[in-house]
């Protein structure tokens, strides 16, 4: 047992192999197109060193890993305090060192974590799952409580850190699950070390770097609507279209299934009401029998109020948060197409500025400038290379993303086929539960003399 509680089992090491950078003898950001280069910064950063798509095991079968996030403690005092959360896995994936082990984690790593995938893996067309969203409100109130240093095994009891929790909880899995992610080097660290993490001060929402990254996004956003891509493909015409489609209907539901929590709350409440007026009522009843069957009442409505209560929280827990993680995923997805637009744009840019190579090379020739005619040739073999590695750039992400939203689908089948039983079945069992209360006073009122 080492010092952060793992069960250690040696594995083996794999050694990354490297490839060249994709601009590697071009500056394609020289001074003179410095500012026309600024839009397609994401889009041109040197390539990955390529990953296997199986994932070796130690184990004959299929990959396993299970992530569990779980006791929120709050650490430190004051606006300096913050609530870590005990991360726990089990795999059987060699790319970690050991098979069972947990280590805490800050709510600031995972942010962190989704920051470098994204920085990795978006400009590839690998579907990025969404960290949860912050929630400041309910950090300051954490902050600035009474409540102590937490104690090992005392959880912080707040809905909205439960809600974080499974949030943080499904956000690792989803990453886990993913054939590449889950061998990420930052990931498997993540996950496996034992040591704090490197502070991951761009998230935080009123630093300069968030500031930096709400321009961003502004920018991004015009840059959306503004550009419109001559598609070839229409695959990705019908999937974007796809794509728009379901993120919106699946936001009017996550709206409603909202309104119906609220609603089924409210009933509950109601019902806790009808239960304290029948008991009262049941107190000054002089009627025996209509007191019993008053006061029995009074109990099965009590029962009825926590079990509406439950259903409330599977509506929430059960449906409304898959249905709330896959608007995020969504959101993932026209990230990811949009970088492919990105790169598009890139190239195109590569192909222009090779016309333009190519044009000045032509008027050279004609003034017969032969002092300048080897440098202007070496441009335009320069950017020819540009374009055939932006094209090549172009073809990798669209087949890429192609793959991707393959096993998407695949993932989301299965997952919303998981969910729908499990909530149907929980909505069922309450069902009967209520037929079982009810059908219990049925003989004590008809016992009333």
Same mark, same amino acid.
């Given at each position: 047992?080492?010092?952060?509680?793992?069960?250690?089992?040696?594995?083996?090491?794999?050694?990354?192999?490297?490839?060249?950078?994709?601009?590697?003898?071009?500056?394609?950001?020289?001074?003179?197109?410095?500012?026309?280069?600024?839009?397609?910064?994401?889009?041109?950063?040197?390539?990955?060193?390529?990953?296997?798509?199986?994932?070796?095991?130690?184990?004959?079968?299929?990959?396993?890993?299970?992530?569990?996030?779980?006791?929120?403690?709050?650490?430190?005092?004051?606006?300096?305090?913050?609530?870590?959360?005990?991360?726990?896995?089990?795999?059987?994936?060699?790319?970690?060192?050991?098979?069972?082990?947990?280590?805490?984690?800050?709510?600031?790593?995972?942010?962190?974590?989704?920051?470098?995938?994204?920085?990795?893996?978006?400009?590839?067309?690998?579907?990025?799952?969404?960290?949860?969203?912050?929630?400041?409100?309910?950090?300051?109130?954490?902050?600035?409580?009474?409540?102590?240093?937490?104690?090992?095994?005392?959880?912080?009891?707040?809905?909205?850190?439960?809600?974080?929790?499974?949030?943080?909880?499904?956000?690792?899995?989803?990453?886990?699950?993913?054939?590449?992610?889950?061998?990420?080097?930052?990931?498997?660290?993540?996950?496996?070390?034992?040591?704090?993490?490197?502070?991951?001060?761009?998230?935080?929402?009123?630093?300069?770097?968030?500031?930096?990254?709400?321009?961003?996004?502004?920018?991004?956003?015009?840059?959306?609507?503004?550009?419109?891509?001559?598609?070839?493909?229409?695959?990705?015409?019908?999937?974007?279209?796809?794509?728009?489609?379901?993120?919106?209907?699946?936001?009017?539901?996550?709206?409603?299934?909202?309104?119906?929590?609220?609603?089924?709350?409210?009933?509950?409440?109601?019902?806790?009401?009808?239960?304290?007026?029948?008991?009262?009522?049941?107190?000054?009843?002089?009627?025996?029998?209509?007191?019993?069957?008053?006061?029995?009442?009074?109990?099965?409505?009590?029962?009825?109020?926590?079990?509406?209560?439950?259903?409330?929280?599977?509506?929430?827990?059960?449906?409304?948060?898959?249905?709330?993680?896959?608007?995020?995923?969504?959101?993932?997805?026209?990230?990811?197409?949009? %970088?492919?637009?990105?790169?598009?744009?890139?190239?195109?840019?590569?192909?222009?500025?090779?016309?333009?190579?190519? %044009?000045?090379?032509?008027?050279?020739?004609?003034?017969?400038?032969?002092?300048?005619?080897?440098?202007?040739?070496?441009?335009? %073999?320069?950017?020819?290379?540009?374009?055939?590695?932006?094209?090549?750039?172009?073809?990798?992400?669209?087949?890429?993303?192609?793959?991707?939203?393959?096993?998407?689908?695949?993932?989301?089948?299965?997952?919303?086929?998981?969910?729908?039983?499990?909530?149907?079945?929980?909505?069922?069992?309450?069902?009967?539960?209520?037929?079982?209360?009810?059908?219990?006073?049925?003989?004590?009122?008809?016992?009333?003399?």
């Amino acid at each position: 047992m080492d010092t952060n509680g793992t069960l250690e089992h040696d594995g083996e090491t794999e050694q990354t192999q490297k490839q060249q950078p994709a601009f590697d003898n071009v500056d394609i950001t020289s001074p003179d197109d410095e500012n026309e280069n600024d839009i397609f910064e994401s889009a041109i950063q040197e390539p990955l060193s390529p990953v296997l798509e199986d994932v070796p095991t130690d184990e004959a079968g299929d990959t396993f890993i299970e992530i569990v996030v779980a006791d929120p403690q709050k650490v430190g005092d004051g606006m300096g305090s913050y609530l870590a959360y005990k991360v726990s896995t089990k795999t059987n994936i060699l790319k970690f060192k050991k098979r069972q082990f947990f280590t805490m984690r800050r709510f600031s790593d995972f942010l962190g974590l989704h920051d470098l995938l994204v920085s990795k893996y978006l400009r590839m067309g690998r579907i990025i799952p969404p960290a949860p969203e912050k929630n400041i409100i309910g950090t300051t109130k954490v902050r600035m409580g009474s409540q102590p240093q937490a104690e090992a095994g005392a959880g912080v009891n707040l809905e909205w850190i439960e809600n974080r929790r499974a949030s943080l909880e499904r956000f690792l899995n989803r990453v886990a699950q993913h054939p590449v992610l889950c061998q990420d080097t930052d990931f498997v660290n993540f996950l496996e070390s034992d040591q704090e993490l490197p502070r991951a001060v761009n998230t935080a929402a009123l630093s300069g770097a968030g500031v930096m990254r709400l321009f961003n996004k502004v920018g991004e956003t015009v840059n959306k609507i503004t550009y419109k891509m001559d598609e070839n493909d229409p695959w990705f015409n019908d999937k974007i279209s796809e794509v728009e489609t379901i993120d919106a209907h699946m936001q009017k539901l996550h709206s409603a299934i909202k309104a119906l929590v609220s609603h089924r709350k409210e009933l509950a409440t109601l019902t806790g009401g009808v239960a304290k007026s029948a008991a009262l009522l049941s107190t000054c009843e002089e009627h025996t029998g209509l007191s019993q069957a008053l006061s029995q009442l009074a109990d099965v409505e009590e029962k009825v109020e926590l079990l509406r209560s439950e259903q409330a929280n599977s509506d929430l827990y059960i449906l409304s948060e898959t249905i709330k993680d896959y608007i995020g995923l969504f959101g993932a997805i026209k990230d990811v197409f949009h %970088e492919r637009v990105k790169v598009f744009q890139n190239w195109q840019h590569a192909q222009m500025q090779l016309t333009k190579k190519r %044009e000045n090379k032509a008027k050279l020739e004609l003034q017969d400038r032969r002092d300048k005619l080897e440098f202007a040739q070496k441009e335009v %073999e320069e950017w020819e290379g540009k374009v055939q590695r932006c094209q090549k750039e172009f073809d990798n992400i669209s087949s890429e993303i192609k793959k991707e939203m393959e096993r998407f689908e695949l993932a989301r089948a299965r997952d919303f086929k998981s969910t729908i039983i499990k909530y149907l079945e929980d909505q069922m069992a309450h069902q009967q539960q209520q037929m079982r209360y009810w059908e219990a006073i049925v003989p004590v009122a008809r016992d009333i003399a």
